[in-house]
């Protein structure tokens, strides 16, 4: 692991990793485990990942914890859910101060139970000081949901004389969006060997590099993010121009 760790560059280090943690249902039943052992053993990989992000330099890390389609899901694995959130996040803060890492949401965390509500509160409260990492947990999230609230906070804007349609460029769009100070994900993992983007982060990651692993959640480790980022730093980003205008010539 320390190898792999070895050979990565930390000047290439994208600014922002997303991760859509996937496949903690089948995890725990491939082990004969209801599908809530696989979110509790889920918490153990977010852990590792958070501190392997912030040890090696990554700004910000945003993890995929509950989209609103996830409210279709039985109740008893809502309820627990969001047990484990408000459970995680009071075990955890102190955490996350060692490590100097910041809490923070996006999604309308407005509609959470009032417990989840008030825990992540607390926790963005007390870790608001720590400057090495932001860990951005989506909760809540759907980029359709995002893209829809911030057309009607603009349209309010343009209908109140506040803004005019001239005005609305690509930067004031995403001025409105839950990710306006944000740099936009450079890097969108996403494990369980799905092959989905599943509503997250439609217009940020315009530009990602997209990672797929077979790797359930529940067994993601710190070798896994290495794998990733040296898989990152391997690709050639374009932005739409061609590779001789991207790549110096003597490399
Ligand atoms: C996807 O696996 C996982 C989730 C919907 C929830 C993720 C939650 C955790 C890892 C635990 C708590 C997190 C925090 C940040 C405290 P799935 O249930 O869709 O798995 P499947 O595709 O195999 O059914």
Request: with cysteine; charged share 25%.
């Amino acid at each position: 692991m320390d190898e792999l760790k070895l050979n990565i560059d930390k000047s290439l280090l994208p600014k922002h990793v997303a991760v859509i943690m996937d496949g903690n249902g089948r995890w725990a039943k491939s082990k004969g485990m209801p599908r809530v052992f696989g979110h509790k053993n889920g918490v153990n990989a977010v852990r590792e990942i958070c501190e392997a992000a912030a040890e090696i330099g990554i700004e910000h890390l945003t993890l995929y914890a509950f989209s609103t389609e996830n409210w279709n899901r039985p109740a008893m694995e809502v309820n627990a859910l969001m047990s484990l959130l408000v459970e995680t996040i009071k075990a955890e803060v102190k955490t996350l101060n060692d490590n100097n890492i910041k809490l923070n949401t996006i999604g309308d965390i407005s509609h959470l139970p009032e417990k989840s509500k008030n825990a992540l509160e607390k926790a963005i409260n007390d870790t608001s000081n720590n400057t090495r990492m932001i860990l951005h947990l989506a909760l809540n999230y759907s980029a359709r949901w995002e893209i829809t609230q911030a057309t009607k906070t603009i349209a309010e804007k343009v209908k109140n004389n506040i803004l005019q349609p001239e005005d609305i460029t690509q930067e004031v769009f995403a001025s409105h969006l839950n990710t306006h100070n944000i740099p936009d994900p450079e890097l969108l993992i996403r494990t369980s060997g799905e092959y989905r983007i599943s509503n997250y982060l439609l217009w940020q990651i315009a530009y990602a590099e997209l990672y797929f692993t077979p790797v359930f959640w529940p067994d993601f480790r710190k070798a896994n993010l290495y794998e990733a980022l040296i898989d990152f730093q391997g690709r050639e980003r374009r932005f739409g121009k061609i590779s001789e205008q991207v790549t110096p010539a003597n490399t």
